[in-house]
């Protein structure tokens, strides 16, 4: 199909769309997906083509599920609207994965298992607060910080009021590193231990604080106790 072959002139049995109905996503490609969120292609090429161009500047859909509005509207034919659709599919896809309400955190592995869907493959470092029930039962996720692909800051005092705000009587915390190491930094064994103390008197409970880096996780607080050997597999909360 040349690149100027706009989707409506193709017999409707090629549309991306029209395929989709009859077949399910299953049998679509990445890159017919991608085509039915742009809705439309660019000046000289189809939706198709210009979701196809996409994937390869990107890498591929992983590559593409990290790429923010701005950076996708900058490329030719996708503007805000298209680029806006494109980051809000990929945002409830990985809602859907984590599900993270009602999911027990007995371990540090059930803190990553919710936090590394949301912000284990992010370009710059997220942080998000996991509020739990005294069954310890996540009942709601925040994001609560924004940094840089260096860092940020972690609120320590609006941490704690939104844990209050919305019930909370235990809570975990989580951020990311898209460097991909998962060495806590003094800063984020610090900030453990001002969350620890300042929730213990309040009559929280900080469960842990993990690192999560793509699909990889360390515990901050099992580091903590154990900074020489690094943190048992499944540690406890």
Do not use: Y
Not at 130 to 147: E, F
């Amino acid at each position: 199909m040349s690149g100027s072959t706009p989707i409506r002139a193709l017999p409707v049995h090629d549309r991306p769309r029209e395929r989709l109905i009859e077949l399910g996503g299953a049998a679509l490609s990445d890159a017919e997906l991608v085509a039915i969120q742009l809705g439309t292609g660019g000046r000289d090429e189809s939706a198709l083509v210009l979701a196809q161009a996409l994937l390869a500047e990107w890498g591929g859909v992983v590559g593409l599920a990290r790429a923010a509005v701005d950076e996708l509207a900058r490329h030719r034919g996708v503007g805000p609207a298209k680029a806006a659709r494109l980051v809000a599919a990929f945002a409830l896809a990985r809602r859907v994965t984590g599900q993270p309400e009602g999911r027990v955190l007995k371990t540090s592995a059930d803190v990553a298992a919710v936090a590394a869907p949301l912000i284990g493959h992010e370009r710059v470092e997220k942080v998000v607060l996991l509020i739990a029930d005294h069954r310890q039962r996540v009942s709601r996720v925040l994001t609560v910080a924004r940094g840089g692909a260096t860092g940020c800051t972690v609120p320590v005092r609006e941490i704690l009021s939104l844990v209050l705000r919305h019930d909370g009587v235990a809570f975990a915390l989580a951020h990311n590193h898209p460097g991909g190491t998962l060495d806590p930094s003094p800063a984020d064994l610090a900030v453990t231990a001002r969350l620890g103390s300042a929730a213990r008197e309040l009559g929280l409970r900080l469960l842990d604080h993990v690192i999560v880096a793509d699909d990889t996780w360390r515990s901050v607080s099992a580091a903590r106790r154990t900074p020489r050997s690094g943190p048992p597999e499944g540690a406890r909360c």
